[in-house]
């Protein structure tokens, strides 16, 4: 089943893929029944619509999720060229070799290979008390779930 905000977004995705003449109906699963399809080498014709966490370091995902050796997507092409550019993004020692070639992996997985549409969907509540004073919650768009606790402190 689809989270309120998931529905919204999923029901603009197809309103979209409509415009460009892709009439697609949505068809919510359970978790386990979408397991069955990405994790254990079951078949879909389709779209698979997944929430992936950027918590820590963001790029992590493309390892874990659509990397050369994971459970997830079984069925999805992983061509060479693709593994490296997630290899490099995955390994790079800092934000801006990481965004660099965060961004040549988009290219390929969305331009050259279309094997999976971004679609950017915060959601994330932070909840603090007044005396609580630079977690980095919320410091920058899409930051909400991360914060830095080194550099938070307490007022009296």
């Given at each position: 089943?689809?989270?309120?905000?998931?529905?919204?977004?999923?029901?603009?995705?197809?309103?979209?893929?409509?415009?460009?003449?892709?009439?697609?109906?949505l068809d919510p699963r359970v978790f386990t029944?979408?397991?069955?399809?990405t994790n254990l080498g079951g078949t879909w014709?389709?779209?698979?619509?997944?929430?992936?966490?950027?918590?820590?370091?963001?790029?992590?995902?493309?390892?874990?999720?659509?990397?050369?050796?994971?459970?997830?997507?079984?069925?999805?092409?992983?061509?060479?060229?693709?593994?490296?550019?997630?290899?490099?993004?995955?390994?790079?020692?800092?934000?801006?070799?990481?965004?660099?070639?965060?961004?040549?992996?988009?290219?390929?997985?969305?331009?050259?290979?279309?094997?999976?549409?971004?679609?950017?969907?915060?959601?994330?509540?932070?909840?603090?008390?007044?005396?609580?004073?630079?977690?980095?919650?919320?410091?920058?768009?899409?930051?909400?779930?991360?914060?830095t606790p080194e550099e938070a402190w307490l007022?009296?």
């Amino acid at each position: 089943m689809f989270s309120t905000t998931n529905q919204i977004a999923a029901t603009s995705v197809q309103a979209m893929l409509k415009k460009v003449g892709i009439d697609a109906t949505l068809d919510p699963r359970v978790f386990t029944q979408l397991q069955q399809v990405t994790n254990l080498g079951g078949t879909w014709d389709g779209l698979i619509w997944g929430n992936r966490t950027t918590v820590g370091d963001p790029v992590s995902p493309l390892g874990r999720m659509y990397g050369p050796n994971t459970d997830w997507f079984k069925m999805m092409l992983r061509p060479p060229d693709y593994l490296d550019a997630v290899a490099a993004a995955v390994a790079a020692p800092d934000f801006r070799s990481k965004q660099k070639a965060t961004w040549e992996v988009q290219k390929l997985i969305t331009d050259k290979y279309c094997l999976l549409c971004w679609l950017f969907n915060l959601q994330v509540d932070v909840v603090s008390q007044s005396r609580v004073h630079n977690t980095g919650f919320n410091v920058f768009p899409g930051s909400g779930a991360w914060w830095t606790p080194e550099e938070a402190w307490l007022s009296k």
